[in-house]
Structure formats: structure tokens, C-alpha cells
């Protein structure tokens, strides 16, 4: 059945969106994928060539090894097919960055076939994306138009450097889906140290593919797979961040559905997004995969696996977001939410494991992404660089378990150890913010509270909620010190309730 909920409705009628992402990702290594050539952002123009990068007469190119490994680990970690034989591909076009003229991929036999990742929404709900495909390839170097008014140069510094293309079916329907889509898979790279995703700098980049059909063609598609009952698509080139990934979908898609509704067809395409005007702009007609001429690359043997070695691979792999996710909830009685964003990043589900150490774990997993997530998005700063490690947020969450300061308190003290002023307890002790749990204490403040409020305690016998009023004055006059659950108990005990 047709979800109502993401449909469009158009002048004409009601419209679905179908998206699916090509995502590039820089494996993770030192070196290129056929070259030994070194790998790194920030270094001066044309520093990490080699003289295969430059496709000098007479260089061959001879595979890295690592990089295969990692693309292994990739496919295990998105539970994909692994291909023991796998074929390296020319892809030929003219491009001034492309010294070669022709990019070493993978065509009809890519190294990794069919997986899914799962992606949870907001909502709570989850979609299942279908990954059709991964391959490596040679990343393009970098044309730079704004060096010279007359001249374009060529930096190749990232030609040849390994690129893992991960290719997903179109079953995302919304702009939310596909960028939750692309953060789980950098989640899931991260993990597994394939990636750093590191958007910024280019390392994990989005071909985003928009189409748009009338309102159940999408289920016609699932039921058959005929891709006929789908629009024309466009695709969308090297989107590098969720934000503009959002934007430029919901943008062509609104204008695939005007010029659809005003009798017009769409042209198959590759467009631009322009964040500053939040638009798409045509590129160039959209190739097929005949345009680009693929034929096997003769320099490169097939590359075929050992099948130990992708066991061992396997064995390897370190605890993934699912797994892991629900392990925090069985371990320690998180709720999904919670688990979900400690998991978002493997440091933070780390550093949160460290803190909840014989501590109660919900109020650890709140500190944890509330009040230090505020302030290291503030700071700009990582989990990683935090001033404040796993075992002071421990002991502040020892100092409220015990009941030595309140919540209250505790943000104070906080704000105090983030200050640098020295560890919780050590602060507690020297700025006087224990609690006051002292009943005697208590309740002489209490007895004069009521004592010269004798209405506002008639009304608490007839309205309990309007307790509050009353042990807001109580922890005014401590100073925001009571202990508020001996303050509630005294209350009650003292207005009869």
C-alpha cells in the first residue's frame, strides 16, 4: 500500500519521490589504490603524485592490498555478498584531471554485491535500504578554476587515491531517508575504520538520484521491478553534507514535478546542487554505461580472494551500530533513543561505557549526550578532545546517586569542572553544595513555611499538586541546597497528606 505520508501533492495531482544514493568513500589508507603514493588532505599542489598518478609512458599499476581488505571489511559490515573473483574495469572519458583519460573501476564485476542497511528515522520507524553494489576506483584529480582569469590547473594530488563507490537501490522516498541513510553509512564506515567520513574534506561524497512517478507507481515497481513504472531520473553530483543533501532533493524534485505537470519531459541529466541558492543546475546529459566504453583493464589481473582470508576478515570485525545498539539496551536498560544516540558515534558509546561503570546508566547516558554533547558542540571539540574524561562524569554521577548534591546542583558543578576548577567532589566540598538532608534542619524551615502560610497550606490539603509551592520556598531558603526528596516526604508528613 502507498504511504500517504510521503507523497507530494502537485497542482495535477499526487506525486512519490524515489531516490537512490551512489556514495563515494575514501578508503581509509596511506596509500593509493594502485600507486605508493601517499594519501593526506592539506598538502601543496601536486605533492603526491607518482609517476603512475601522472600516467607516465610505461607505469603500470599494481594493486594495494590494504585497499582490498578494507573494501572486504566494508561489504562483510553492510552483510553483503563478498566475490571471490572480481574484474578491474577501464572507464573511459576526457577530462583535464584525468591524466590517463580513463578511470580503473569496476564494471560487471565489482567486489562486493547485494547488501542492506538498516536505517532507523526520528520517528522510531525503519527503512531498509538495498545496496546493489560495491566497487574500488581511482578518484579524479581537481580542476581549479579560480587561480587564473585565463587558465585552469590541475592539482592531482587525489588521483588514484581508493575510492569505494557504494551503490544503493532506489528505495528511499523522502530527502529525510536518504540523508539518515547516508549518516548511518558513515556510522557503519566509521566502525569498521574503512572511512574516516570526513564530509569536509571530500572523503564521503553523495551522487544523489531523483526521480518522480504519480502516486503507486513506486509499489508497482517493488511488486514487479520494473523500473518502467518509474520517471526519469536525474542525478545529482558530489553532495557533501545531510543538510544539502535534503535541499537538493526537495528542490528537483518540486522542479521535475512542474515541468512534469506542465506537459514537459525530463531530460536525463547530471546536475550541480548550488547550496547558496538552494537550486540544482544541469552539467551535462547523463551517460549510460555504454558511453563510457568499459572493457577489462589489461594491465590488472583478475583480483581473486582467498576465502580464509575473508574469514579472518570477518573475524576481525569489531562490534557494529546494531549490535551494539542492542547491547546498550540490554546491558544497561537503556531505551532505544538513548542507545541510539551514544551509538551515532563509536567514541561516544566508548567514553559512555567508561563513565556507567558501577553507575546508574540512564543518568550517565544524559550527561553524557546532553549537557557535555552541548558544550563539545559548542567548544567545537570531539568527544575525544573532551578536558572531562569518562571518570569525571562518573563521579558527578556518583555525587547525585548518593545524594550528596541534587541535579540541580550537579549542572552547577559541572559548569564548574568544564571551568577547570577541579573535580566534582573536590568542588562540592569547597564551595559548601552538599545537600541538606538534615531532617531537623528541614523541618524547622518547613514548620515556619506553613506556620506563616496557613492558607496556601489549607489549599495543598484540597489541591496536593500546589505542594510545589512549598518546597520551592524550602529550597529557596537552602540556597537550592535541600535534598527534594526529603523535602517532599517532610511536606506531606506535615500538611497531613
Known amino acids: ?106 564494471y560487471k564485476d565489482p567486489i562486493v554485491g547485494e547488501g542492506e542497511v538498516i536505517v532507523e528515522m526520528d520517528d522510531g520507524a525503519t527503512v531498509t535500504v538495498g545496496i546493489e553494489r560495491l566497487h574500488l576506483e581511482q578518484d579524479a584529480g581537481k580542476s581549479l578554476h579560480d587561480q587564473d582569469p585565463n587558465a585552469t590547473y590541475v592539482d592531482l594530488n587525489r588521483a588514484g587515491t581508493a575510492l569505494m563507490e557504494i551503490v544503493s537501490r532506489p528505495h528511499m522516498r523522502s530527502s529525510a531517508e536518504a540523508a539518515a541513510y547516508v549518516k548511518k553509512l558513515r556510522t557503519i564506515l566509521v566502525y569498521l575504520g574503512t572511512c574516516d567520513g570526513d564530509m569536509e574534506k571530500g572523503n564521503l561524497r553523495a551522487d544523489v538520484n531523483v526521480s ?174 573532551s578536558p572531562l574524561k569518562p571518570a569525571a562524569i562518573a563521579e558527578l554521577v556518583a555525587l547525585i546517586e548518593e545524594g550528596v548534591i541534587s541535579s540541580k546542583i550537579a549542572k552547577d558543578v559541572f559548569e564548574r569542572m568544564w571551568a577547570g576548577e577541579g573535580a566534582a567532589r573536590e568542588i562540592v566540598e569547597k564551595q559548601g553544595l552538599q545537600q541538606v538532608s538534615d531532617t531537623g534542619a528541614l523541618e524547622k524551615i518547613i514548620e515556619d513555611l506553613i506556620a506563616a502560610n496557613p492558607g496556601q497550606a489549607s489549599a495543598v490539603k484540597e489541591k496536593p499538586q500546589a505542594i510545589g509551592w512549598f518546597v520551592g520556598q524550602v529550597m529557596k531558603a537552602t540556597g537550592g541546597k535541600a535534598n527534594p526528596g526529603a523535602v517532599n516526604q517532610l511536606l506531606k508528613a506535615k500538611l497531613g497528606l
Open 212 to 385: 518522480v512517478c504519480r502516486a503507486g507507481a513506486y509499489e508497482k515497481f517493488r511488486e514487479t521491478g520494473d523500473f518502467s513504472h518509474l520517471g526519469t531520473r536525474c542525478e545529482i553530483k558530489n553532495v557533501n553534507s545531510y543538510r544539502f543533501i535534503q535541499q537538493a532533493i526537495e528542490y528537483e524534485a518540486r522542479r521535475q514535478i512542474e515541468i512534469l505537470e506542465e506537459g514537459g519531459k525530463i531530460d536525463q541529466e547530471t546536475r550541480l546542487f548550488d547550496p547558496n541558492k538552494g537550486e540544482t543546475r544541469s552539467m551535462r546529459s547523463k551517460e549510460e554505461a555504454h558511453d563510457y566504453r568499459y572493457f577489462p583493464d589489461p594491465d590488472l589481473l583478475p583480483l581473486e580472494l582467498d576465502p580464509a582470508w575473508v574469514k579472518a576478515i570477518e573475524a576481525s570485525l569489531p562490534e557494529l551500530p546494531d549490535a551494539k545498539k542492542a547491547r546498550l539496551q540490554s546491558q544497561y536498560g537503556l531505551s532505544a533513543y538513548d542507545a541510539g544516540v551514544l551509538i551515532t558515534e563509536q567514541a561516544r558509546a566508548d567514553f559512555f561505557e567508561e563513565a556507567a561503570k558501577g553507575r546508574d546508566a540512564k543518568l550517565t547516558a544524559n550527561w553524557v549526550t546532553n549537557e557535555l554533547a552541548a558544550k563539545l558542540t559548542a567548544g567545537g571539540l570531539s568527544i575525544e578532545d
Open 1 to 106: 500500500m502507498t504511504d500517504t505520508s510521503k507523497l507530494i501533492t502537485g497542482r495535477t495531482g499526487q506525486w512519490e519521490v524515489v531516490l537512490g544514493l551512489e556514495v563515494h568513500a575514501q578508503v581509509a589508507s596511506n596509500a593509493k589504490l594502485f600507486s605508493g603514493a601517499a594519501v593526506g588532505f592539506g598538502a601543496g599542489p601536486n605533492a603526491q603524485v607518482s609517476l603512475v598518478d601522472a600516467a607516465m609512458p610505461g607505469m603500470l599499476p599494481v594493486i594495494n592490498r590494504h585497499c582490498v581488505e578494507q573494501a572486504v571489511r566494508t561489504g562483510l559490515g553492510l552483510k553483503a555478498q563478498i566475490n571471490l573473483k572480481s574484474h578491474f574495469d577501464r572507464k573511459n572519458y576526457f577530462y583535464p584531471d584525468l591524466p590517463q583519460g580513463y578511470q580503473i573501476s569496476q
